[in-house]
C-alpha cells in the first residue's frame, strides 16, 4: 500500500535547493555537533537554513543549540519557528508526547507523519540531522526524502571508521550523492582514514581536530561559533559548495 | 502469537549465573570496549565467562579483540568457540550473511533467533554488549532475557549523560536491577556526573579517565589488558560483587 503522505512529502520540500543529511556509522562522533554548527554557519554566510533534528535514538541539536521551549505553530501542517536565524524542528517535539519508547513501525510512522506535516518556507539549505548507522528511519529517509546529499562524519578510530565503509558503500550502491567524509575528534597526526575514505571513492572533507573545551559551548550559539571546533567546520562549508 | 523460541531462551540461559548487560544511551561513549574488556578481566579473574556481541548497530567487539575468522560450530544448536579462554558469541556472525542491512522486524528475529540457538556452558558471567539507547531490540531482550543486570556506561557530556537518563529511568520503571553507572573518558575534574547519578538512585561505579593510547591496543588481547583502561576496568569489577 502507498502511504498518501509520500507525495506530501515531495510537495512539502519542494522550495529547498539542497537537503544536506549528516550522517554516521555509529554513533558518539559528534554527528549531531557538527550538523548543528553547520547550520549556524551557513547562516551565517546569508543563506537560508532549515535544521531537521531526524534522530530519534538521541535527539540532541535542541540542547547543542540551547533551546528551550520552542513549540511549533500549527497552521494547515505545522511551521517550524525561526530560531538564531534558521527553521528548526525536532523529533523531540514529537516524541516527548510518548512516555514509552517508540517501537520500529511508531518510528518510521513519527518520521513521515513529521516530513509531511512540516511546511518549510524557501530555503537554500536543509540540514538533516539523522539517525546514526543504517537502520529502518536511515532507509525510510533515503526512500522518502528526494534529491538528498549525504555528508558523512567518522572519528579516527578503527571502530567507527567500519561502520563507515559500510554505510559509504551502501550509499554509493543505492547511487545517492556523498559529498564527502569528514573526521572529527582527531588527536594524532595521522593519514590512515583520508587514505580510507580515499579508497571508497568519495571526497575526504576536511579534519576536525578534537576540541576540549567544545562541551562548554554547549547550549551557546555564540560560544558554539567562537569555538575550535566551528572554525574547522567554516573550512568544511567551503568544500560542500556552498 | 507467542513465539515457541521465547521458553527455549530461558532453557538456554539456565547455566548462566549472572547476566551482565553493558549498555549506553547513546553510541560511541566506549560501551563495546567495556564490555570486551570486562569479560577479559572476568576471566583473568578466573571467572568461567560468555561475551555476547548484540550491538545489531554497529558490532565492534570481534574487533576489539582481534578475532579474526572464528566460526561458531553447529550442533543441536550453535556451540559458541571459546576465544581467549571466553566463550564468545556476535550478532555479527549473523548479519554478515545480509548484503542488505535488516530492518526493524528481522533484528528482532535474529537476535531471539541467536539467543535461542545459542548453547553457552556453565557460566558464571554472561556479558552481553546491548545496542545503544531504548530501541526495539533493547525492549525485545529485556522482555526475552530473564534475570539480566544492567551496567550503563556514560561520558562526561551532557549529550551523553541525558540519554542515559532517560535509559536508567525506563529501567528502574520496568524494576530491572541497575548494578550501576560508570563515567568513561573522563578528562577534567568534575563531580556532575556522579551527582546526576546519585539523583536517580543508582550505583555511580567508577571513573575511567580518558586512554588516548586505547586505539593501537584495539585487536590486541594483550596490550588491551596493560591498559589504563583495562586498570580502570579492574575497579570497577569489584564493584560489581565479582
Known amino acids: 500500500m502507498i502511504d498518501p503522505r509520500t507525495s506530501i512529502i515531495d510537495e512539502r520540500l519542494r522550495n529547498i535547493k539542497r537537503t544536506i543529511a549528516v550522517t554516521?556509522?555509529?554513533?558518539?562522533?559528534?554527528?549531531?555537533?557538527?550538523?548543528?554548527?553547520?547550520?549556524?554557519?551557513?547562516?551565517?554566510?546569508?543563506?537560508?537554513?532549515?535544521?531537521?533534528?531526524?534522530?530519534?535514538?538521541?535527539?540532541?541539536?535542541?540542547m547543542i543549540l540551547g533551546i528551550k521551549e520552542v513549540q511549533p505553530k500549527e497552521e494547515k501542517g505545522i511551521v517550524p519557528p525561526v530560531i538564531d536565524g534558521m527553521e528548526y524542528m525536532s523529533i523531540v517535539y514529537y516524541t516527548r508526547e510518548h512516555a514509552a519508547p517508540l517501537r520500529g513501525a511508531d518510528v518510521s510512522n513519527a518520521l513521515i507523519e513529521l516530513l509531511s506535516v512540516t511546511r518549510w518556507g524557501e530555503l537554500d539549505f536543509l540540514v538533516l540531522d539523522m539517525p546514526p548507522g543504517i537502520g529502518d528511519a536511515t532507509l525510510d529517509l533515503i526512500r522518502l526524502v528526494k534529491r538528498i546529499e549525504f555528508l558523512v562524519v567518522t572519528t579516527p578510530s578503527r571502530l567507527a571508521f567500519e561502520t563507515v565503509r559500510k554505510l559509504v558503500r551502501l550509499l554509493k550502491d543505492l547511487q545517492l550523492p556523498v559529498i564527502g567524509v569528514a573526521e572529527n575528534m582527531k588527536t594524532k597526526e595521522a593519514d590512515t582514514i583520508q587514505r580510507e575514505v580515499n579508497n571508497l571513492e568519495v571526497p575526504f572533507l576536511n579534519i576536525i581536530p578534537f576540541d576540549r573545551n567544545i562541551e562548554s559551548a554547549l547550549g551557546h550559539k555564540d560560544r558554539l561559533l567562537r569555538s575550535a571546533f566551528a572554525e574547522s567546520v567554516r573550512g568544511l562549508v567551503s568544500n560542500i559548495g556552498s
Open 24 to 62: 554516521s556509522g555509529k554513533g558518539g562522533v559528534g554527528k549531531s555537533l557538527l550538523a548543528s554548527t553547520l547550520a549556524l554557519i551557513l547562516t551565517e554566510k546569508g543563506y537560508r537554513v532549515g535544521l531537521f533534528d531526524l534522530d530519534f535514538t538521541s535527539p540532541s541539536t535542541h
